[in-house]
């Protein structure tokens, strides 16, 4: 067991900003992010407390701690409608003027709107592609999808938010 504690520890502080922010895309609010991030690695390590040193060595960290927070998300959001995201945080540039950033920050409103109201697979699939940087593979490994259905949804999640389809897309 002291083998999986001294883990857990060093998972946490490589990856706890990455789930935090995988949260907080997903959820669009710090504190739910924060919670999310908190359940996330909770249930990692009761998996981790019973899986056998084999899997614990050939485990990839990344896709698999992204994919428990996505399945804590929706978990969470079941039956609750999307809300809006922050994304204006509290980093600024300091190099910009107050209207520039006054601009940039609605822009930014904007898009987290437009993110937090697409349909969550979408959501889900451009957040890890586009914001978190991911490769299909690690966002098909997260989402537990095959990589072409992941390469469709961040295609239609995208062309949703540009605007440039009009056709109701349905969850």
Known sequence: MEGVERLFERMVREHQHR??????????????????????FLRAYRALATYPPERIRDLKQRPWLHRIAVNVVRNRARGAKPRTAELNGSE???????????????EMDELACRLAGLPPRYREAVVLRHV???????????????????KSNVHRGLKLLRGGDHDRVDD
Request: glycine letters at 8%; charged letters at 25%; aromatic letters at 6%.
């Open 132 to 150: 978190h940087e991911m490769s299909y593979e690690e966002v098909a490994e997260a989402l537990d999808q095959p990589v072409g259905t992941v």
């Open 19 to 40: 789930v935090f922010a995988v949260g907080f895309a997903l959820t669009g609010n710090r504190h739910d992010a924060e919670e999310v991030a908190q359940d996330t």
């Open 92 to 106: 600024s540039d300091n190099a910009l003027g107050p209207e520039s950033r006054a601009l940039q920050r609605a």
